[in-house]
T-cell receptor, first 116, second 115 residues
Framework: DGGITQSPKYLFRKEGQNVTLSCEQN?????MYWYRQDPGQGLRLIYY???????QKGDIAEGYSVSREKKESFPLTVTSAQKNPTAFYLC???????????????FGEGSRLTVL | AQSVTQLDSHVSVSEGTPVLLRCNYS??????LFWYVQHPNKGLQLLLK??????LVKGINGFEAEFKKSETSFHLTKPSAHMSDAAEYFC?????????????FGAGTRLAVHP
């Protein structure tokens, strides 16, 4: 079945370590996104990519990095520069504007990162 | 500027009674509006979407929402709550403008359903 796969589902990190969260999609979507979710704050956009080899900062990009070497993959690295990384991270994808007028996103199941 | 306000952070209903989750939006453009549902430790699932084709939108699991431009509202309703409806619900707006699909999320409403 088509969908978005995030891994790992749970991840623990010591302070000062970088960690990478995986996101893979087989929906043939051009655009991919990373969101951070904290209790009571809804979702905040970290990075997004509209096409391979291109990505843009979202609202809270500091302390994070991404790459988009393949259409199917959009990994997120949480670096040691991120001061409060404990959160639930959601990856999403969508069709570009020219193919849909709804703008809906398709989400993965999320990855929960805890800093010890 | 676009924004979305979910008027209740928590809603509690009894099983079998109606559900009302309120959402107001602000958008400079003709928006698309969505409701997503999230169960604990899961991703977000699209419940329904408004795209100007019809003001009353029907979604999955018996949910529906009505777009009221004069009130800038997009409230989510269900005639009879089920225990499985307990989850967090997000109202989302995105403008009809060029560029990527910039979705603006509300803070969420947590729905509790009691027996």
């Amino acid at each position: 079945d088509g969908g978005i796969t995030q891994s790992p589902k749970y991840l623990f990190r010591k302070e000062g370590q970088n960690v990478t969260l995986s996101c893979e999609q087989n929906l043939n979507h051009d655009a991919m996104y990373w969101y951070r979710q904290d209790p009571g704050q809804g979702l905040r956009l970290i990075y997004y990519s509209q096409i391979v080899n291109d990505f843009q900062k979202g609202d809270i990009a500091e302390g994070y990095s991404v790459s988009r070497e393949k259409k199917e993959s959009f990994p997120l690295t949480v670096t040691s520069a991120q001061k409060n990384p404990t959160a639930f991270y959601l990856c999403a994808s969508s069709l570009p504007r020219r193919q849909t007028n709804t703008g809906e996103l398709f989400f993965g199941e999320g990855s929960r990162l805890t800093v010890l | 500027a676009q924004s979305v306000t979910q008027l209740d952070s928590h809603v509690s209903v009894s099983e079998g009674t109606p559900v009302l989750l309120r959402c107001n939006y602000s958008s400079s453009y003709s928006p698309s509006l969505f409701w997503y549902v999230q169960h604990p430790n899961k991703g977000l699932q699209l419940l329904l979407k408004y795209t100007s084709a019809a003001t009353l939108v029907k979604g999955i699991n018996g949910f529906e929402a009505e777009f009221k431009k004069s009130e800038t509202s997009f409230h989510l309703t269900k005639p009879s709550a089920h225990m499985s409806d307990a989850a967090e619900y997000f109202c989302v707006v995105t403008p009809f403008s060029g560029g990527y699909n910039k979705l603006i999320f509300g803070a969420g409403t947590r729905l509790a359903v009691h027996p």
